[in-house]
């Protein structure tokens, strides 16, 4: 049997994955093991497929998902924490031909700012908002967040989420599927390769949708914080699996074609 050469390698047919340039070469300063970086991944070929780089713009605010300008190759503009939602509308309304996307993190979203959300939400904008959900703030300290679950342990819940004194946990993705104004709503995830599949199909369908000028797409993907939740990355996503999951099921929940 014949041994292949790295020229053979290199060749266009014997290729089984290549980066999509629309990533950088910035070396990942996530945590090992984040799913940050997939979704990063997700995001970028679904706009290179697409085709659309040049006219793509995104928003990410504070937080971990501020990190995003490092590592997407697209025209990105920073917004205030949580103003993503409202910052995506005046872009897109002042260059409606552009596709415009929101990356923001479930502190910022679902918390300060969830009035931004919940409104863009409800206008049925004709942008696309990825929201990534860890249950956690990551960058700030690992304080318990609006999506932190019951018992779930944190910075400012060291003895786990009470709901009698803390409240419930948000379901902000079901809360913004009641509106009129969205049109495609749905909760993926990232941690195994037919999750990252299924995940990409939910962004390609949610840019496909303002390619049409049908309305607000939002995708939620469930993720994991290993060093918030103080794990290991396999830890973590055994975790998520076991706990998130449950509370938070994957699937599509508002379809409108």
Same mark, same amino acid.
Request: charged residues 20%; neutral net charge; contains cysteine.
């Given at each position: 049997?014949?041994?292949?050469?790295? +020229?053979? /390698?290199?060749?266009?047919?014997?290729?089984?994955?290549?980066?999509?340039?629309?990533?950088?070469?910035?070396?990942?300063?996530?945590?090992?093991?984040?799913?940050? !970086?997939?979704?990063?991944?997700?995001?970028?070929?679904?706009?290179?497929?697409?085709? /659309?780089?040049?006219?793509?713009?995104?928003?990410?605010? #504070? !937080?971990?998902?501020v990190l995003a300008y490092e590592f997407m190759n697209v025209d990105m503009q920073q917004a205030a924490h949580g103003r993503a939602p409202a910052l995506a509308t005046a872009v897109k309304r002042l260059m409606p031909e552009k596709f415009v996307f929101t990356y923001q993190g479930d502190g910022d979203l679902a918390a300060i700012g969830t009035a931004e959300t919940i409104?863009?939400?409800?206008?049925?904008?004709?942008?696309?908002? /990825?929201?990534?959900?860890?249950?956690?703030?990551?960058?700030?300290?690992?304080?318990?967040?609006?999506?932190?679950?019951?018992?779930?342990?944190?910075?400012?819940?060291?003895?786990?989420?009470?709901?009698?004194?803390?409240?419930?946990?948000?379901?902000?993705?079901?809360?913004?599927?009641?509106?009129?104004?969205?049109?495609?709503?749905?909760?993926?995830?990232?941690?195994?390769?037919?999750? #990252?599949?299924?995940?990409?199909?939910?962004?390609?369908?949610?840019? +496909?949708?303002?390619?049409?000028?049908? !309305?607000?797409?939002?995708?939620?993907?469930?993720? &994991?914080?290993?060093?918030?939740?103080?794990?290991?990355? &396999?830890?973590?996503?055994?975790?998520?699996? +076991?706990?998130?999951?449950?509370?938070?099921?994957?699937?599509?929940?508002? #379809? &409108?074609?």
């Amino acid at each position: 049997m014949s041994q292949i050469t790295k +020229e053979e /390698i290199r060749q266009p047919e014997n290729l089984v994955y290549k980066k999509t340039e629309l990533l950088t070469d910035n070396p990942l300063s996530y945590c090992p093991g984040c799913g940050h !970086g997939t979704a990063h991944r997700v995001v970028m070929e679904v706009i290179d497929e697409m085709g /659309i780089q040049e006219q793509t713009i995104g928003i990410a605010p #504070v !937080g971990c998902s501020v990190l995003a300008y490092e590592f997407m190759n697209v025209d990105m503009q920073q917004a205030a924490h949580g103003r993503a939602p409202a910052l995506a509308t005046a872009v897109k309304r002042l260059m409606p031909e552009k596709f415009v996307f929101t990356y923001q993190g479930d502190g910022d979203l679902a918390a300060i700012g969830t009035a931004e959300t919940i409104h863009a939400c409800n206008r049925g904008e004709n942008i696309v908002i /990825i929201f990534i959900n860890n249950g956690i703030y990551g960058m700030t300290g690992g304080q318990m967040a609006p999506t932190t679950l019951p018992g779930m342990k944190s910075s400012t819940s060291p003895y786990g989420r009470d709901v009698a004194l803390m409240g419930n946990p948000l379901k902000i993705t079901e809360l913004i599927a009641q509106l009129p104004g969205t049109l495609y709503v749905t909760r993926q995830a990232v941690h195994t390769p037919a999750a #990252v599949r299924r995940a990409k199909r939910a962004v390609r369908k949610a840019f +496909e949708n303002q390619k049409l000028n049908k !309305g607000l797409s939002f995708v939620e993907i469930v993720s &994991n914080c290993n060093s918030g939740w103080k794990m290991t990355p &396999n830890q973590s996503n055994e975790w998520m699996v +076991e706990n998130m999951f449950p509370f938070y099921p994957l699937g599509d929940i508002k #379809v &409108n074609d």
